[in-house]
């Protein structure tokens, strides 16, 4: 079967997927919406930047059918969600942002820009200003009281969001969203919960999307040809707020007014785990909300949350339950999906794991980057001109994330690779960490880069454990040590091997507890997950953690949801609480100023943590600056920065030994 033959069958198999569409217009060629995800690489003064443009680039070379680029700030700062953030509230801004849109429909994408007000979901911190709102209420998780607008502000923010879209014309733009979800300012008059107003922009539902119907008819009669999105919540989740029967009625409202496309979203900060999603959420779980408004109007009604199955996608257009779906992590993952699933590659397709180290990048106020894409917002630190010469040999010892990236890697660049692996199988701690639930995704990631793996020219030695003398047998040029990390063993008085299962015994059912009560000792991220899993098994679990929460360095957005899990499967937990002796199953427990409490449990799972494990090093120390060490084998960190890191030791490579830059 030829390329061309591949596609035709693949477009068959998703004809849904890949039919064109008009929206107003403009016609797009497939169904495939990137979703606005505030990336934050524009410059300081929120202009774009390269990195800007090569990241939207990216997406659009991948075949999608819309870009939506971030959420643009109609009004700095008080609008604004962070640094980095795109601005378009001055004539200045324009020449960027038509670079910006020229990259996008270069590759026949269309280009519309998203525009946006934080109202009262933003910090002073980051503003320099007191946030602003309909009514003086503070958003809980940001707990700043904002000052409520008063009218005249309200018609300068309208104006500044008409004078926005038609900057975005001028730049070339096909189109602007409104961003009036996610409880930023136009959502937040729209919801009862937020807008307490008595005026004409309070109270009923007329004078609450009052904000929005001027925005929208304003933009309709300055800039007629342009095509207008609005992103609306079809659902708040948050008590008082905004419903699905009124999100219908303002989406009819919309229709009348003009627009061509409605964006379905739900879910605000406070409602918390409903606009990006933690992992536990099923694919298209919220598609119900888009199908609700599809049935009211005859504008086409973008879909989508969670969603990185072509077949999934396919059939809920086929289904006629939206006209667009939306993607906005998995291509975050891998710009290239749309184009692969086209040509049926669907195995070479990087998978999102739904770590939400994206978004947590910015709630940390990074510019985001992604767990399993190191390219994302690096696009040009990557691009390498030329190849390096192909006598150069290479080895990497390790199969774990940084030793599957960097063995892939070293061969693009045209190194010779042989990769050791003293297990029989690769992935390393991946086969572990896949195991708990709402993890699984850790495995497809796994099977994504040992596909690479295979697809590859290294050389593939497993069950092969490198010693110091295979240095003289290989000769290698220069070595990659990617040996991983181990787990703790901690100095506890007593402490026998015997005593305590370990994380492998319980994940791997070595050891399968049933109704049983265990002690986890250790609330780090692994010790509450393996919580997770025994109690889902139906044991009762304790866990016992020296520091005063659970998990602390986690993503917040799946911390709360393993805690929401945890709390709802009856685990127990004693915090500030030292494990001072273990005999058998009792262990010792400190707390301050207390007398030592003695506990029994049918099993203790020891769960304190991972260290480097790099037995080489000392012999292989001798090679100098041809020896890298990366991953947890130089300092225990997880995935995120082992594949960066894998990325990042090749580019240097590549810069150092061969003058090879991007
Ligand atoms: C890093 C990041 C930034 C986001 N920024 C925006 C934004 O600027 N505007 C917006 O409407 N939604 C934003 N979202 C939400 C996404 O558009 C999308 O609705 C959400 O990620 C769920 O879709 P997915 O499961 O396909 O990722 C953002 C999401 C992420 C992960
Ligand atoms: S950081 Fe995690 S959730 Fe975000 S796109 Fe990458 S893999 Fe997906």
């Known amino acids: 079967m030829n390329g061309k033959e591949g596609i035709r069958l693949n477009m068959e198999r998703f004809p849904a997927l890949f039919a064109p569409i008009k929206i107003g217009s403009l016609e797009l060629k497939n169904r495939i919406v990137m979703a606005p995800m505030l990336v934050s690489y524009a410059h300081q003064d929120g202009t774009v930047s390269k990195g800007v443009i090569d990241y939207y680039e990216a997406r659009a070379q991948g075949g999608v059918g819309l870009i939506v680029v971030e959420a643009a700030c109609v009004d700095s700062p008080a609008g604004l969600e962070g640094r980095g953030q795109l601005i378009i509230d001055s004539p200045s801004c324009i020449e960027g942002l038509a670079s910006l849109a020229q990259a996008i429909h270069k590759h026949g994408a269309g280009a519309f820009i998203q525009l946006f007000h934080a109202g009262r979901q933003t910090h002073s911190r980051i503003t320099g200003v007191q946030p602003v709102a309909p009514s003086a209420i503070a958003c809980p998780m940001i707990n700043e009281e904002p000052r ?160 990185s199955s072509p077949e999934f996608a396919n059939r809920i257009l086929e289904k006629g339950q939206c006209d667009l779906v939306f993607l906005g992590r998995t291509l975050l993952a891998d710009p290239q999906w ?29 510019p985001v980057s992604c767990t399993v894409n190191p390219h994302a917002g690096r696009e040009r630190q990557f691009r390498w001109r030329t190849k390096a010469v192909s006598k150069y040999r290479s080895a990497v010892i390790g199969s774990g994330p940084a030793g599957l990236q960097a063995a892939v890697s070293l061969s693009r660049l045209g190194l010779e690779v042989t990769l050791f692996e003293k297990e029989d199988r690769g992935g390393g701690l991946m086969n572990l960490a896949g195991i708990p639930p709402h993890k699984q995704r850790i495995l497809d990631l796994r099977d994504y880069l040992l596909g690479q793996l295979r697809q590859s020219k290294v050389e593939q030695l497993f069950s092969y454990e490198f010693k110091a003398e295979d240095l003289e047998r290989f000769k290698p040029d220069l070595v990659l040590l990617a040996t991983g990390s181990i787990p703790v063993i901690p100095n506890i008085e007593g402490i026998e091997e015997n005593d305590y299962l370990g994380l492998e015994e319980i994940l791997t059912r070595k050891f399968c507890p049933q109704s049983q009560h265990l002690l986890v000792i250790g609330g780090g991220e692994n010790g509450c997950e393996v919580a997770d899993f025994l109690a889902q098994a139906g044991n009762k679990v304790t866990i016992i953690e020296a520091g005063r929460l659970l998990a602390p360095g986690m993503e917040k957005k799946n911390r709360r949801d393993l805690m929401n899990r945890l709390h709802n499967r009856g685990v127990a937990k004693r915090l500030s609480s030292q494990v001072t002796k273990i005999d058998k199953n ?41 020896l890298y060490v990366i991953g947890d084998a130089l300092r225990v960190r997880g995935f995120k920065s082992a594949i960066l890191e894998a990325e990042l030791t090749v580019g240097m490579i590549a810069r150092d030994k061969f003058g090879i830059s991007s």
């Not at 449990?601 to 494990?613: C, E, H």
Request: aromatic fraction near 8%.
């Open 586 to 626: 009792r262990v010792w427990i400190a707390r301050e100023q207390e007398e030592p409490e003695i506990v029994e449990a049918d099993a203790i799972v020891m769960a304190v943590g991972y260290k480097s494990y790099r037995p080489l090093y000392k012999d292989l120390r001798q090679l100098g600056d041809k």
């Open 148 to 307: 409520q607008l008063d009218r005249q502000e309200i018609k300068i923010i309208e104006e500044k969001f008409i004078k926005a879209a038609q900057y975005a014309w001028s730049a070339g733009f096909d189109g602007v969203e409104i961003h009036a979800a996610h409880g930023y300012l136009i959502n937040q008059f729209l919801s009862p919960h937020s807008n307490q107003r008595h005026d004409e922009y309070g109270g009923s539902l007329e004078n609450r999307m009052r904000i929005l119907m001027n925005i929208v008819k304003g933009i309709r009669q300055r800039v007629p040809e342009l095509a207008i999105s609005v992103r609306i919540n079809v659902d708040d989740f948050v008590p008082l707020g905004l419903k699905e029967s009124e999100s219908i009625k303002i989406c009819c409202h919309l229709e009348q007014a003009g627009i061509n496309l409605i964006h379905c979203s739900c879910g605000t900060y406070e409602s918390g785990l409903t606009s990006i999603e933690p992992a536990s959420y099923g694919e298209g779980w919220k598609i119900y909300l888009a199908e609700a408004v599809k049935k009211a109007v005859s504008i086409p009604v973008v879909g989508g949350g969670m969603i």
């Open 338 to 366: 749309p184009k692969k699933v086209r040509q049926g590659e669907m195995e070479s397709v990087r998978p999102c794991i739904r770590c939400n180290q994206c978004i947590g990048s910015h709630f940390q106020g990074m």
